[in-house]
């Protein structure tokens, strides 16, 4: 994946974007770029695991959990789907989200189709040094084994290298999100990484 550096002149205008993102071949690149984000945040978990195993007296690079949930991937997947939702089961860390297009929409009848959306949200920042703001990313879930899922969120500067200077304190989501994992009916073991790049 590209790495995301500062932002210059010559930034996107927030309708730009949306026009950008809805045209069909922006679209397919958009899958394609998600689904090697997706990728890249599954090695991110297996580089994380194998540092917890071997390496345990040395801090972790970036952030990572894993944890048992009483529910079962497909709730789970709706709700990391619907930023209401999203932002309500959130509420410690989100502030507000909304979506702002979806390019492939989410159906729960058929949880395997790559579902993926552009949206914003407003996250609470841990650290008073760095300013909350609103920031745009997009979203999918897809599966990627039998009874696993993942949902990746990246930024949009990832293909329109514009888009991070519409804010005038851009925070960045690299590749972040979780894996799925169904274990019994109801219950889902979750592994989440994330990764976010702050602006001053």
């Given at each position: 994946?590209?790495?995301?550096?500062?932002?210059?002149?010559?930034?996107?205008?927030?309708?730009?974007?949306?026009?950008?993102?809805?045209?069909?071949?922006?679209?397919?690149?958009?899958?394609?770029?998600?689904?090697?984000?997706?990728?890249?945040?599954?090695?991110?978990?297996?580089?994380?695991?194998?540092?917890?195993?071997?390496?345990?007296?040395?801090?972790?690079?970036?952030?990572?959990?894993?944890?048992?949930?009483?529910?079962?991937?497909?709730?789970?997947?709706?709700?990391?789907?619907?930023?209401?939702q999203w932002s309500s089961v959130f509420s410690n860390i989100v502030?507000?989200?909304?979506?702002?297009?979806?390019?492939?929409?989410?159906?729960?009848?058929?949880?395997?189709?790559?579902?993926?959306?552009?949206?914003?949200?407003?996250?609470?920042?841990?650290?008073?040094?760095?300013?909350?703001?609103?920031?745009?990313?997009?979203?999918?879930?897809?599966?990627?084994?039998?009874?696993?899922?993942?949902?990746?969120?990246?930024?949009?500067?990832?293909?329109?290298?514009?888009?991070?200077?519409?804010?005038?304190?851009?925070?960045?989501?690299?590749p972040s999100g979780c894996l799925i994992q169904e274990l019994h009916?109801?219950?889902?073991?979750?592994?989440?990484?994330?990764?976010?790049?702050?602006?001053?």
């Amino acid at each position: 994946m590209k790495e995301e550096g500062g932002c210059g002149g010559g930034g996107m205008s927030f309708q730009s974007l949306l026009t950008a993102v809805s045209i069909g071949a922006e679209k397919d690149g958009m899958r394609r770029v998600a689904v090697s984000a997706s990728e890249e945040l599954m090695r991110q978990m297996a580089v994380r695991q194998e540092h917890d195993i071997f390496n345990a007296a040395t801090p972790p690079v970036f952030p990572a959990s894993t944890g048992l949930v009483l529910a079962s991937p497909l709730t789970l997947l709706h709700m990391f789907m619907d930023p209401e939702q999203w932002s309500s089961v959130f509420s410690n860390i989100v502030s507000t989200a909304t979506t702002l297009e979806v390019l492939f929409p989410w159906e729960k009848e058929k949880p395997n189709n790559g579902a993926l959306q552009v949206m914003t949200a407003e996250f609470y920042l841990p650290s008073p040094l760095f300013r909350g703001g609103e920031v745009k990313f997009a979203r999918m879930c897809r599966e990627t084994g039998y009874k696993t899922w993942v949902v990746v969120d990246f930024s949009l500067e990832t293909v329109f290298p514009g888009a991070g200077a519409i804010s005038s304190h851009p925070t960045r989501r690299r590749p972040s999100g979780c894996l799925i994992q169904e274990l019994h009916p109801g219950v889902s073991m979750v592994t989440w990484v994330d990764n976010m790049q702050c602006g001053t």
